[in-house]
Protein backbone atom coordinates (compact mmCIF):
# COMPACT_ATOMS: atom_id res chain seq x y z
CA UNK A 1 0.00 0.00 0.00
CA UNK A 2 1.03 3.65 -0.66
CA UNK A 3 2.80 5.57 2.21
CA UNK A 4 0.63 8.47 3.01
CA UNK A 5 3.75 10.34 4.53
CA UNK A 6 1.39 13.69 4.01
CA UNK A 7 -0.98 12.26 6.18
CA UNK A 8 1.25 11.98 9.38
CA UNK A 9 0.18 13.70 12.35
CA UNK A 10 3.11 13.74 13.87
CA UNK A 11 6.00 13.14 11.71
CA UNK A 12 8.67 14.23 13.78
CA UNK A 13 8.15 11.31 16.34
CA UNK A 14 10.12 8.25 15.65
CA UNK A 15 9.03 5.59 17.21
CA UNK A 16 11.21 2.89 18.65
CA UNK A 17 10.20 -0.41 18.80
CA UNK A 18 7.56 -2.66 16.87
CA UNK A 19 4.82 -4.50 18.97
CA UNK A 20 5.79 -6.74 21.24
CA UNK A 21 4.68 -10.07 20.46
CA UNK A 22 1.90 -11.35 22.31
CA UNK A 23 0.99 -14.83 22.76
CA UNK A 24 -0.38 -16.55 19.40
CA UNK A 25 -4.34 -15.83 18.74
CA UNK A 26 -4.57 -12.39 21.18
CA UNK A 27 -6.81 -10.58 20.02
CA UNK A 28 -7.06 -7.40 22.15
CA UNK A 29 -9.63 -4.22 21.79
CA UNK A 30 -8.51 -1.25 24.41
CA UNK A 31 -11.54 1.01 24.93
CA UNK A 32 -11.10 4.27 25.37
CA UNK A 33 -13.30 7.50 25.91
CA UNK A 34 -12.17 10.96 25.94
CA UNK A 35 -14.18 13.47 28.12
CA UNK A 36 -13.72 16.67 26.41
CA UNK A 37 -16.66 18.59 27.49
CA UNK A 38 -16.85 20.53 31.47
CA UNK A 39 -19.63 18.60 33.32
CA UNK A 40 -22.14 21.28 32.36
CA UNK A 41 -21.95 20.82 28.73
CA UNK A 42 -21.22 23.06 26.07
CA UNK A 43 -24.47 25.17 27.02
CA UNK A 44 -27.93 25.26 25.37
CA UNK A 45 -27.21 28.00 23.07
CA UNK A 46 -24.30 25.62 21.51
CA UNK A 47 -26.43 22.53 21.52
CA UNK A 48 -29.52 24.49 20.47
CA UNK A 49 -27.51 25.65 17.29
CA UNK A 50 -26.64 22.08 16.53
CA UNK A 51 -29.81 20.53 17.12
CA UNK A 52 -30.15 18.58 14.07
CA UNK A 53 -27.36 15.95 15.66
CA UNK A 54 -30.11 14.88 18.31
CA UNK A 55 -33.25 13.40 18.36
CA UNK A 56 -35.84 15.69 18.84
CA UNK A 57 -36.66 14.14 22.09
CA UNK A 58 -33.25 14.87 23.70
CA UNK A 59 -33.88 18.41 21.97
CA UNK A 60 -36.90 18.78 24.14
CA UNK A 61 -35.15 17.57 27.56
CA UNK A 62 -32.67 20.17 26.96
CA UNK A 63 -35.57 23.04 26.28
CA UNK A 64 -37.37 21.53 29.14
CA UNK A 65 -34.33 20.72 31.95
CA UNK A 66 -31.33 21.71 31.02
CA UNK A 67 -30.16 18.67 29.94
CA UNK A 68 -26.96 17.83 29.08
CA UNK A 69 -26.33 15.71 26.21
CA UNK A 70 -22.57 16.03 26.25
CA UNK A 71 -22.17 14.27 29.27
CA UNK A 72 -22.25 10.39 28.05
CA UNK A 73 -19.96 9.09 30.64
CA UNK A 74 -22.90 7.34 32.57
CA UNK A 75 -24.75 6.37 29.19
CA UNK A 76 -20.98 4.56 28.09
CA UNK A 77 -20.53 2.72 31.26
CA UNK A 78 -24.19 1.30 31.18
CA UNK A 79 -23.33 0.04 28.10
CA UNK A 80 -20.68 -1.69 29.00
CA UNK A 81 -21.52 -3.09 32.18
CA UNK A 82 -24.20 -5.04 30.19
CA UNK A 83 -21.36 -6.96 28.65
CA UNK A 84 -19.24 -6.89 31.82
CA UNK A 85 -16.91 -4.73 30.13
CA UNK A 86 -14.69 -2.35 31.49
CA UNK A 87 -12.81 0.61 29.42
CA UNK A 88 -10.99 4.16 29.93
CA UNK A 89 -12.04 7.18 30.31
CA UNK A 90 -9.44 10.19 29.41
CA UNK A 91 -10.14 13.75 31.94
CA UNK A 92 -8.71 17.11 31.03
CA UNK A 93 -7.64 18.46 34.20
CA UNK A 94 -9.11 21.74 33.16
CA UNK A 95 -12.02 22.86 30.55
CA UNK A 96 -12.33 25.47 27.63
CA UNK A 97 -14.59 27.31 30.31
CA UNK A 98 -12.31 26.86 32.91
CA UNK A 99 -13.83 24.98 34.90
CA UNK A 100 -11.93 21.97 36.75
CA UNK A 101 -12.21 18.26 36.72
CA UNK A 102 -13.68 18.96 40.68
CA UNK A 103 -16.71 18.82 39.17
CA UNK A 104 -16.50 15.48 37.85
CA UNK A 105 -15.39 14.00 41.08
CA UNK A 106 -18.50 12.37 42.11
CA UNK A 107 -18.52 11.02 38.04
CA UNK A 108 -14.63 9.86 38.51
CA UNK A 109 -14.77 8.22 41.55
CA UNK A 110 -17.73 6.09 40.91
CA UNK A 111 -16.10 4.76 37.20
CA UNK A 112 -12.70 3.54 39.83
CA UNK A 113 -15.26 2.22 42.49
CA UNK A 114 -16.60 -0.28 39.72
CA UNK A 115 -13.87 -0.93 38.06
CA UNK A 116 -12.81 1.36 34.93
CA UNK A 117 -9.49 3.20 34.55
CA UNK A 118 -9.84 6.80 34.58
CA UNK A 119 -6.54 8.56 32.87
CA UNK A 120 -5.26 11.74 32.31
CA UNK A 121 -6.73 13.70 28.95
CA UNK A 122 -3.57 16.17 28.94
CA UNK A 123 -4.08 19.94 27.98
CA UNK A 124 -0.39 20.62 27.87
CA UNK A 125 2.66 18.12 27.45
CA UNK A 126 4.98 20.90 26.94
CA UNK A 127 7.16 20.58 29.84
CA UNK A 128 7.32 17.96 32.96
CA UNK A 129 5.97 20.17 34.98
CA UNK A 130 3.03 20.84 33.03
CA UNK A 131 2.15 17.25 32.78
CA UNK A 132 3.10 16.79 36.40
CA UNK A 133 0.77 19.55 37.41
CA UNK A 134 -1.88 18.11 35.17
CA UNK A 135 -1.60 14.64 36.53
CA UNK A 136 -1.56 15.90 40.18
CA UNK A 137 -4.87 17.39 39.79
CA UNK A 138 -6.66 14.26 38.26
CA UNK A 139 -4.94 12.22 40.85
CA UNK A 140 -6.29 14.38 44.12
CA UNK A 141 -9.68 13.30 42.49
CA UNK A 142 -9.22 10.42 41.43
CA UNK A 143 -7.97 9.60 45.12
CA UNK A 144 -5.12 7.11 43.22
CA UNK A 145 -2.29 6.94 40.66
CA UNK A 146 -3.06 7.76 37.01
CA UNK A 147 -0.82 5.31 34.76
CA UNK A 148 -2.40 6.36 31.06
CA UNK A 149 -2.53 9.40 28.92
CA UNK A 150 -4.03 10.63 26.04
CA UNK A 151 -3.21 14.75 24.67
CA UNK A 152 -6.29 16.56 23.67
CA UNK A 153 -6.23 16.74 20.19
CA UNK A 154 -4.12 14.96 20.15
CA UNK A 155 -1.44 17.54 20.08
CA UNK A 156 2.16 15.83 20.61
CA UNK A 157 5.04 17.43 20.55
CA UNK A 158 8.63 15.89 20.17
CA UNK A 159 8.85 16.10 24.11
CA UNK A 160 5.75 14.66 24.36
CA UNK A 161 6.62 11.41 25.61
CA UNK A 162 9.81 11.98 27.44
CA UNK A 163 7.97 14.47 29.57
CA UNK A 164 5.35 11.84 29.78
CA UNK A 165 7.52 9.55 31.10
CA UNK A 166 9.20 11.64 33.93
CA UNK A 167 5.97 12.25 34.80
CA UNK A 168 5.55 8.92 35.49
CA UNK A 169 2.80 8.34 33.07
CA UNK A 170 3.19 4.50 31.85
CA UNK A 171 1.23 4.52 28.68
CA UNK A 172 -0.36 6.77 26.04
CA UNK A 173 -2.72 6.93 23.33
CA UNK A 174 -2.35 10.31 21.44
CA UNK A 175 -0.99 8.97 18.33
CA UNK A 176 -2.44 8.43 14.80
CA UNK A 177 -1.15 8.23 11.49
CA UNK A 178 -4.09 8.36 9.21
CA UNK A 179 -7.08 9.97 9.65
CA UNK A 180 -8.64 8.71 6.49
CA UNK A 181 -8.70 4.92 6.42
CA UNK A 182 -8.27 2.19 8.75
CA UNK A 183 -4.29 1.59 8.54
CA UNK A 184 -2.09 -1.28 10.60
CA UNK A 185 -0.24 1.42 11.73
CA UNK A 186 -2.86 2.48 13.74
CA UNK A 187 -2.98 -0.82 15.55
CA UNK A 188 -0.61 -2.55 18.08
CA UNK A 189 1.86 -1.24 20.83
CA UNK A 190 4.89 0.89 20.26
CA UNK A 191 7.50 2.52 22.78
CA UNK A 192 8.73 6.19 22.92
CA UNK A 193 11.19 7.17 25.67
CA UNK A 194 9.84 3.86 27.48
CA UNK A 195 6.43 5.04 27.45
CA UNK A 196 4.17 2.52 25.73
CA UNK A 197 2.14 4.13 23.08
CA UNK A 198 -1.20 2.32 21.58
CA UNK A 199 -2.25 4.31 18.19
CA UNK A 200 -5.43 5.06 17.58
CA UNK A 201 -7.08 2.39 15.20
CA UNK A 202 -10.76 3.53 15.44
CA UNK A 203 -12.42 6.88 16.19
CA UNK A 204 -15.39 7.78 16.13
CA UNK A 205 -15.15 11.30 14.36
CA UNK A 206 -12.88 10.41 12.03
CA UNK A 207 -15.02 7.44 10.36
CA UNK A 208 -18.10 9.42 10.61
CA UNK A 209 -16.11 12.53 8.69
CA UNK A 210 -13.18 11.71 7.10
CA UNK A 211 -14.14 8.05 5.90
CA UNK A 212 -17.79 9.00 5.59
CA UNK A 213 -19.28 6.34 7.48
CA UNK A 214 -22.91 6.50 8.56
CA UNK A 215 -25.04 4.80 11.34
CA UNK A 216 -26.15 2.36 8.80
CA UNK A 217 -22.41 1.30 7.81
CA UNK A 218 -20.31 1.64 10.50
CA UNK A 219 -20.44 -1.47 12.52
CA UNK A 220 -20.03 -3.09 9.66
CA UNK A 221 -17.36 -1.68 8.64
CA UNK A 222 -15.17 -1.30 11.76
CA UNK A 223 -15.90 -5.38 12.30
CA UNK A 224 -14.75 -5.55 8.56
CA UNK A 225 -11.58 -3.72 9.66
CA UNK A 226 -11.14 -5.40 12.68
CA UNK A 227 -11.49 -8.60 10.74
CA UNK A 228 -8.70 -8.16 8.20
CA UNK A 229 -6.31 -6.19 10.85
CA UNK A 230 -6.33 -9.37 13.16
CA UNK A 231 -5.63 -12.01 10.17
CA UNK A 232 -2.61 -10.16 9.20
CA UNK A 233 -1.10 -10.64 12.47
CA UNK A 234 -2.72 -7.22 14.42
CA UNK A 235 -2.94 -8.31 18.01
CA UNK A 236 -3.87 -5.22 19.72
CA UNK A 237 -6.41 -2.06 18.26
CA UNK A 238 -7.59 1.05 20.38
CA UNK A 239 -11.38 2.30 19.81
CA UNK A 240 -11.31 5.95 21.13
CA UNK A 241 -15.75 6.91 21.29
CA UNK A 242 -16.08 10.46 22.46
CA UNK A 243 -18.38 10.29 25.71
CA UNK A 244 -20.20 13.86 24.15
CA UNK A 245 -21.08 11.84 20.92
CA UNK A 246 -23.21 8.94 22.47
CA UNK A 247 -26.36 10.92 22.29
CA UNK A 248 -25.96 12.46 18.98
CA UNK A 249 -26.78 10.96 15.75
CA UNK A 250 -23.83 8.34 14.15
CA UNK A 251 -22.12 8.47 18.28
CA UNK A 252 -25.02 6.46 19.32
CA UNK A 253 -24.51 3.26 17.38
CA UNK A 254 -22.20 2.46 19.82
CA UNK A 255 -23.80 -0.41 22.14
CA UNK A 256 -25.27 -2.03 18.65
CA UNK A 257 -20.94 -1.66 18.11
CA UNK A 258 -20.30 -3.19 21.28
CA UNK A 259 -23.06 -5.52 21.07
CA UNK A 260 -21.83 -6.86 17.56
CA UNK A 261 -18.50 -7.54 18.28
CA UNK A 262 -19.25 -9.04 21.61
CA UNK A 263 -21.84 -11.44 19.19
CA UNK A 264 -19.56 -12.10 15.94
CA UNK A 265 -15.93 -11.32 16.98
CA UNK A 266 -13.56 -13.67 19.62
CA UNK A 267 -11.81 -10.60 21.21
CA UNK A 268 -10.43 -9.79 24.63
CA UNK A 269 -11.50 -5.74 25.74
CA UNK A 270 -8.80 -4.29 27.87
CA UNK A 271 -8.39 -1.60 29.85
CA UNK A 272 -5.28 0.66 28.82
CA UNK A 273 -3.61 -0.20 32.04
CA UNK A 274 -4.24 -3.95 31.39
CA UNK A 275 -3.46 -3.63 27.82
CA UNK A 276 0.23 -1.85 29.30
CA UNK A 277 0.25 -4.81 31.47
CA UNK A 278 0.32 -7.20 28.68
CA UNK A 279 3.45 -5.95 26.63
CA UNK A 280 5.69 -4.22 29.66
ZN1 LIG B 1 -9.92 15.70 23.52
Redesign the pocket.
Known sequence: MMEKASLLTVPQIHLEMPSPMLPDGTQAVILTH?V?WPRKGPGIEHILSRSARFDPKIITKVKSEGFNPYYGVQTIAEIEEQFGIKSTFFF?PTYDDGSKVDEYKDTIRALIKNGWEVGL?ANNTSSVEAVKSEKNSLERIAGKQISGSRV??LRVSSDTFRNLAEAKIKYDSSITFDKESIDARNSGCLFKNRVAVFPITFMDAYLFTYMGLTEKTITKFILKKMRELFSSGVQIMTILWHDNSIMMKGGRIYSNLIKDMCAQMDVTFLKGIEAFELVA
Do not use: G, I, N, V
Request: net charge negative; no cysteine.
Open positions: DDRHHY
